[in-house]
């Protein structure tokens, strides 16, 4: 069972545009929502995290918002870059235990110059 | 400082044999998990070790796939009688632990499993 969807599978902006990925959980009890940056090749790495009391969460040109009622969050990245062209992932976890990331399924963003 | 390093960075194999996946973790990280990514998936947890005991092994598949980490550092991830569904990238992450604000998970680059 996934427990956590995302969209768009992919998503193609040009430079200097806003790009927005969509995430939706099903388990309330998840309190951290991370997002993941990956390139080919690579780990994922930490790009922007947030805990389910905080509605926003900016840094630099990435920001998180937040709906906890309707259990969604999306990453939305200002002016794209071609640097930017990567795989996203958004996952959660439960604080206590193991703490595991429930990872979505990615969406691969390209930027164009 | 170093990150998290993983050997080899591919791997194949013949259907039915065994392999190892090692895990370097960060020097002073407690926590350590395995993730498996498919193509075009996201990772998806195999086992969570804190210290030198696996705490959580319940995203194992099966009893063909096995992890160790018998000093609390470096972790092997082990798969018997490998089936060509076995292909993935396995990654490795650590973290400084479970409580407070270090929840961060850092990954490794992954070890490209490819079984014939």
């Known amino acids: 069972q996934q427990q956590v969807k995302q969209s768009p599978q992919s998503l193609i902006v040009q430079k200097g545009g806003i790009s927005i990925i969509n995430c939706a959980y099903e388990n309330t009890a998840f309190d951290y929502f991370p997002w993941y940056q990956q390139f080919p090749g690579k780990g994922p790495a930490l790009l922007i995290a947030i805990r389910p009391d905080v509605s926003e969460k900016k840094e630099g040109r990435f920001t998180i918002s937040f709906n906890k009622s309707a259990k969604q969050f999306s990453l939305h990245i200002m002016d794209s870059q071609p640097g930017d062209s990567a795989t996203y992932f958004c996952?959660?976890?439960?604080?206590?235990?193991?703490?595991?990331?429930?990872f979505g399924k990615g969406t691969k963003l390209t930027v164009n110059p | 400082g170093a990150g998290v390093s993983q050997t080899p960075s591919n791997k194949v194999t013949e259907k039915g044999k065994y392999v190892e996946l090692r895990c370097d973790p960060i020097?002073?990280?407690?926590?350590l998990y395995w993730y498996r990514q498919s193509l075009g998936q996201g990772p998806e947890f195999l086992i969570y070790f804190q210290g030198t005991g696996a705490a959580d092994d319940s995203g194992l598949p099966n009893d063909r796939f096995f992890a160790v980490r018998p000093e609390g550092s470096v972790s092997t991830l082990k798969i018997q009688r490998t089936e060509r569904g076995d292909s993935a990238v396995y990654l490795c992450?650590?973290?400084?632990?479970?409580?407070?604000?270090?929840?961060?998970?850092?990954f490794g680059p992954g070890t490209r499993l490819t079984v014939l």
């Open positions: 020097s002073g990280h407690t926590a």
């Open positions: 996952a959660a976890t439960l604080r206590g235990g193991s703490e595991k990331l429930v």
């Open positions: 992450a650590s973290s400084l632990g479970t409580s407070g604000s270090v929840r961060e998970q850092f």
